[in-house]
């Protein structure tokens, strides 16, 4: 069976809802902000993959790529800044523990 | 123009010195205060000299009829075609008369007040009141526009709250400005809607334009006469809703409850505003609108008059039981405003018919100086008694020289003796009234009689009476030589003001009007001016018990004047229990059960809503990320299978 | 069975596998190494699709800078080799389900749909190309995003700077 779109699609959406999993379940932020790479990350293969198969004169999901990766970047970057505070401020990283904000 | 020019720096003088004391007096200039408002008002009040001689003698005259001369005019806000509030300033005999009486009286309170407020803290402040005052007062009788005249109306009503609440710190004197505001407030609701029925009817807010429309056979007149309600027609309504604003500024009964309170202002104070000035408003508002009241209204005119007869009467009738010198003053006040009114109100247009507006204006003119001199006099002898009572005086005939000849001088003024100035006055009004309406002359012979007796009542009580026992008390004479002079001139003033030939001046038509002394006629108001100082000779010359015998003599009649007939108490009746039971309370309740409940409602059930839905606010990360999730998941598949 | 598609499925198998122990691993420095294998297949994966230039990125800009921050904050914040403690065992069965089904749900409809290449031959992608065309100014060009992405990261910066900041004494809560 040749390898096509659908089968590179089977591979995105798995890492997706793994990431999804493992958003809901971890209590650790950083796990958590692990999780967010992965859904990330799906989406990129995803791009990727329907510019090779169906695009292939263009060049749009490679730079959709390449501008995620960075917005990734940053986005990682402020997220452990901010763990790293609410450490600072709560000697925890645990998810549980960041509920002053409610009611 | 420069003859412009210095018209308007008239009242612009003052306004200039208001801004500069209100805005750096009590910080920077503090004792110059005075002489800054004196030297500015000085000035004014050369130019309204200047004003008055060019106008009388040189400018005003056109084939020996005064005209009306627009000196500045200034469209301001134009509603429409010939509908416009403009700002302007008007000469006419009564509004150049006006100038001269205001700025010279406004001079002298100016000159006294120097020594009279000295060491006062808020001394600034008193001066940029005044000047405000002034500055406010000119405008109003310079107006040329029946709109322009009501905005300076409030404004000389604002400066007279300010003034009257002087002393802030004591109660009394914040009621007393709180009632005087209320109840001239009041009466303006009437003149304001006056001014929108006549400026309706006549298409014009113009005065000069106005008087024109409603004077000759016009459409606009014609469909004012015709239309009709309750009886009397529009152009009826109008001008008995511009009097009730006359009314109210001049203390005409039933709304003169504010006058005698006023008087808790500083006593210069009431000199210039409750005597001589503002409280002439009224009168100066129904002069200028004459020619409608004459000509086209005739019923309200009697209006007036007989208004203006009865409170001359009851104002008489009270100030012989009061005891605070500067109520028997307001009261006094009150009786010769009514009887510039009634003087008005029998008096007819043009011509011999005109007596009695020239009259009017003509006591105006008089009562302004001996008034003006009264209420300073007082305000010299409560500055040495330090008290207003007339029972803590007495005897003060040698202590005080100057205060007590000024003050004679002006009691004979007002008591209508020749050769002093309220007799000639005085004997035009009976004169115009004898001839127009015996009824009010009856009235107004009595009264003047009665005046002669409470004038002299006061007087003999204070500088007669009992020797004058000076315990705890320093004496610091009779007052530095700015409150005495003002004082003298003002003596003076009254001596002669009578001898100015008025009816050539100040006539209904702008003619002139020959006039002359019938020696028999005043003989009558004469003898029983001097039969009521006798009597008061008699009573308060020395102590006796003369006078609480014929007190109790008149029993309830005595109870009830010296009460001011209850009127107060009326007022308060139908205030409190009537308006507050059968109004207040009521709007009260809604606001309170139904209003205020609505918005309770819907607060209630926000509330609530938020209580129950609160937990969902719950501050986990994930349980947030769950629902988004789901949330997510359901509108794929809303997309999917429902909307596609 | 071609030698390509053997690739591809060892490669996927690769992703899926480390992923999958990223998010369950109990201990999370672990669960830090495996995430940084997951990334490497990830790279692999655009390898075998031949771009490589953004399967160098992803190596670049993930695996030696993401992963390698992730690790450093895991040193700043825990001790090595901690174990983290058990999640909900309730959460962990809904979470499981609720992702499979949500899963099987979206390949469903993946599957269903028909993809249609739009034409146009596959250029290769040289970094060239990229570069003129992030660069240009014409149409189809990318420097407005080129820069709007450069000042995000700017701010970015910035702001991780000022939260990561220590705060003064006194002005720290609990």
Known sequence: ?103 | MSNALSIILIPGLPLLSFLLLGLFGRKYLRENAGWIGTLSLLASTVLSLVTAFNYFFVSGKVSGVYQQIIVAKHTWLEFSHGVSIDMGFMLDPISVMMIVIVTFVSLMVHIYSLGYMKGEERFATYYAFLSLFTFSMLGLVLSSNIFQIYIFWELVGVSSFLLIGFYFDKPSAVAASKKAFIVTRFADLGFLIGILVLSFGAETLDFKTLIERLTTSTPQLNSMIGASFLGASSLTWGLLLVFAGGAGKSAMFPLHIWLPDAMEGPTPVSALIHAATMVVAGVYLVARLFPVFAISAPGALQVVGYVGAFSALIAAVIACTQTDIKRVLAYSTMSQIGFMMFALGVSGYGGEHGLGYMASMFHLFTHAMFKALLFLGAGAVIHYVHSNEMEDMGGLRSKMPVTHLTFLIACLAISGIPPFAGFFSKEEILLAAFQHNKLIYAVALFTSGLTAFYMFRLYFSIFWNKEFHAEHHDDHGEGPMTMKLPLIILGLMALIAGFVPFSHFVTSDGQMLETEMHIVFSVAPVFLALTGILIAFRLYKSENPGAEKIASAFGGLYEWALHKFYIDEIYLFVTKKIIFNLIGKPSAWIDRNIVDGGVNLSADLTGDTSDLIKDWQSGKLQKYAIWFFAGAMGLVVVFMYVWR | MSINSIIFYLIAAFIIGSALLAVTARKIFRAAIYLLFSMIGVAALYFWMSYEFIAAVQIIVYVGGIVVLIIFSIFLTHHVGSEMEKPNRLRMVFSGLAALCAFAFSFMVIAKNEFVPSGGAPLPLTVERIGMQMLSTTEHGYILPFEVVSMLLLAAMVGCIVIALKQPEGQIQR
């Open chain 1, 1 to 103: 069976m040749e390898v096509g779109l659908t089968h590179i699609l089977f591979l995105s959406t798995a890492l997706f809802f793994i990431g999804v999993y493992g958003f809901l379940t971890r209590r650790n932020t950083i796990t958590m902000l692990m999780a967010i790479e992965l859904l990330l990350n799906s989406v990129n293969i995803n791009f990727i993959a329907f510019n090779k198969y169906l695009y292939g004169g263009k060049l749009e999901g490679v730079f959709f790529t390449l501008f995620l990766i960075a917005i990734a970047a940053a986005e990682a970057a402020v997220a452990i800044a901010i763990i790293i505070n609410f450490y600072r401020n709560y000697k925890s990283i645990d998810v549980e523990d960041a509920d002053s904000l409610k009611w």
